[in-house]
T-cell receptor, first 112, second 112 residues
Framework: EDQVTQSPEALRLQEGESSSLNCSYTVSGLRGLFWYRQDPGKGPEFLFTLYSAGEEKEKERLKATLTKKESFLHITAPKPEDSATYLCAVQAALSGTYKYIFGTGTRLKVLA | GAGVSQSPSNKVTEKGKDVELRCDPISGHTALYWYRQSLGQGLEFLIYFQGNSAPDKSGLPSDRFSAERTGGSVSTLTIQRTQQEDSAVYLC??????????FGPGTRLLVL
């Protein structure tokens, strides 16, 4: 069964304390993996797409990496404004269309 | 450019009434998705439209839920005979075929 699991469910960091969020997946025919940020009361905001193992993407304090079984979102020297829920989703090709499976997210709180 | 828009932003209704939620996708995006998100929970897939293909309705929770997409653009999600358990945020997203999904701000539905 196709599945996406994110860990930890929640994470509290002090400002400047670097850490990583994990997204592990089992899916047939992975085509891509996406990371999103969701602020309270808003829709998810697209951050990154990763297509192949070994690929890395960076944006400000965030860096996403991908292996054949998992992805990491590394947060370097986080600031309070990085507090949000981070979601990952995997995309698989399915009979001429695409299937997306979302994880349940990691709630990140960065303390000043 | 303009992102995904949804209306209304908030909807309060009485149990048993019908509601219609609207989604305007990003111009040119061929795929459109509806999700439901209960407070503090992950995204629950509802329905997916891709071009002129038959929609994937596998996530609709009951026959009270239906959706249509007119002219390959605007979509309406209809919930008939609303129940209190339908209260949630309804999110719409659009994408190019196989690309990342871009989400709207959501419609917050409260059924009294």
């Amino acid at each position: 069964e196709d599945q996406v699991t994110q860990s930890p469910e929640a994470l509290r960091l002090q400002e400047g304390e670097s850490s990583s969020l994990n997204c592990s997946y089992t899916v047939s025919g992975l085509r891509g993996l996406f990371w999103y940020r969701q602020d309270p009361g808003k829709g998810p905001e697209f951050l990154f797409t990763l297509y192949s193992a070994g690929e890395e993407k960076e944006k400000e304090r965030l860096k996403a990496t991908l292996t054949k079984k998992e992805s990491f979102l590394h947060i370097t020297a986080p600031k309070p404004e990085d507090s949000a829920t981070y979601l990952c989703a995997v995309q698989a090709a399915l009979s001429g269309t695409y299937k997306y499976i979302f994880g349940t997210g990691t709630r990140l709180k960065v303390l000043a | 450019g303009a992102g995904v828009s949804q209306s209304p932003s908030n909807k309060v209704t009485e149990k048993g009434k019908d509601v219609e939620l609207r989604c305007d996708p990003i111009s040119g995006h061929t795929a459109l998705y509806w999700y439901r998100q209960s407070l503090g929970q992950g995204l629950e897939f509802l329905i997916y439209f891709q071009g002129n293909s038959a929609p994937d309705k596998s996530g609709l929770p009951s026959d009270r839920f239906s959706a249509e997409r007119t002219g390959g653009s605007v979509s309406t999600l209809t919930i008939q005979r609303t129940q209190q358990e339908d209260s949630a945020v309804y999110l719409c997203a659009s994408s190019l075929a196989g690309g990342p999904q871009y989400f709207g701000p959501g419609t917050r539905l409260l059924v009294l």
